[in-house]
């Protein structure tokens, strides 16, 4: 049986225990990170070849730390969410790029491994792409292109890109183990992302979650490539663990190490409230973004509605209840979307934490 090692708080047994139960069906390689009030109370690992220490491929949570540099630079005045956004040959807002309203989901004939590895790449491709339906009148998932989109209008706007960004505001100063470009001295950390154990993920070529999700290459070569962790291209490049993906929820939403919270209560608020309505055209998923983050309360009830997070594809997760207090990382090597566990580890860490004093 594979052990959970790590450590909780007291107050937080039961986390440790359904992770513990998790990790006796599926030994792969899963880590768990969890700060309440900016205390880590929670630090789990178990499986082969797998540390709290180890880094792996985290997919669209890579989206979550993209989206936390634009709600920051929303919140300072440098991006305008209800301007034209600079980047598009076509009428749009910076709210309704945010949204996924582009339309501009993929390309014809699909991206290469090498092209999806540069978001600069994808965007110069995007450029000449005709969207998949009209921009600003439905939304639908950008799987692939979205950090691609968003750091297009940051090098518009302020001639930096959301790598940049991201490193000099939130990564550095917070020493996170969460890395847009994952430097090559940290290569020996990385762990492969394992193949799923059920049915391939084969939607109809013609489908619009087939152009999403660029199913011309194959999403574990993707992950595994070392070329896509070099540039870390903000849609799905993103590496690290539970760790760096927990740290980076806590350092938004609260007071950590002794520097005051990312992000105030009107820019949470902001960014948390559901915004595209409706149906998503790609996964047909209902009500699915709030502005730029999932509107996980949507999937996940047991989270406030002042929630801010993403998934990834092999059932990662990153989120902030900030109205609770927690910050949440948890980061899996073996393809098992949508982390159906995640249901289990959340309501374990928020039914303990309303039961514990604040730190």
């Known amino acids: 049986m594979t052990e959970a090692r790590g450590h909780v708080a007291a107050g937080f047994e039961a986390v440790r225990e359904e992770f513990a139960a998790f990790l006796a069906t599926e030994p792969a390689g899963s880590q768990l990170a969890v700060y309440h009030h900016g205390v880590q109370v929670v630090d789990l690992w178990g499986g082969e070849e797998t540390d709290g220490d180890t880094l792996t491929g985290v997919f669209s949570v890579s989206k979550g730390a993209a989206h936390l540099v634009a709600a920051l630079l929303v919140q300072e005045g440098v991006l305008d969410l209800d301007a034209q956004a600079r980047s598009l040959p076509f009428p749009l807002t910076v709210r309704e790029l945010l949204g996924h309203r582009s339309g501009l989901i993929g390309v014809d004939g699909g991206f290469t491994i090498a092209e999806a590895a540069d978001d600069q790449v994808i965007a110069a491709r995007l450029a000449g792409q005709k969207p998949f339906w009209e921009p600003g009148t439905a939304y639908g998932y950008h799987a692939i292109t979205m950090g691609a989109l968003l750091d297009a209008e940051l090098r518009a706007v302020t001639g930096r890109s959301v790598q940049q960004w991201y490193e000099e505001r939130l990564r550095r100063p917070y020493h996170l183990e969460l890395w847009l470009g994952l430097p090559e001295a940290l290569e020996p ?18 489908s619009l979650l087939a152009i999403s999700f660029n199913t011309s290459f194959d999403l574990l070569d993707f992950g595994n490539t ?78 406030g509605p002042r929630t801010i997070g993403h998934i990834g594809a092999t059932g990662s997760l990153g989120w902030a209840d900030s109205d609770a207090g927690i910050a949440y990382g948890y980061v899996r090597r073996r393809f098992g979307y949508p982390g159906p566990e995640n249901a289990r580890f959340g309501a374990a860490v928020l039914a303990a934490a309303a039961g514990t004093a604040k730190p």
């Open 189 to 206: 950390r990385f762990r492969p992302l394992l193949p799923a154990l059920g049915p391939a993920f084969t939607p109809d070529p013609a």
């Open 226 to 303: 070392r070329r896509v962790r070099e540039l870390g291209p903000a849609s799905a490049g993103g590496v690290g663990n539970a760790r760096g993906v927990a740290r980076l929820y806590a350092a938004a939403i609260g007071p950590l190490d002794g520097r005051p919270a990312l992000l105030d209560a009107s820019t949470i608020t902001e960014f948390a409230t559901p915004y595209s309505l409706g149906v998503d055209l790609v996964t047909e998923e209902a009500e699915h973004f709030a502005l730029g983050f999932e509107n996980l309360p949507a999937t996940h009830p047991y989270l």
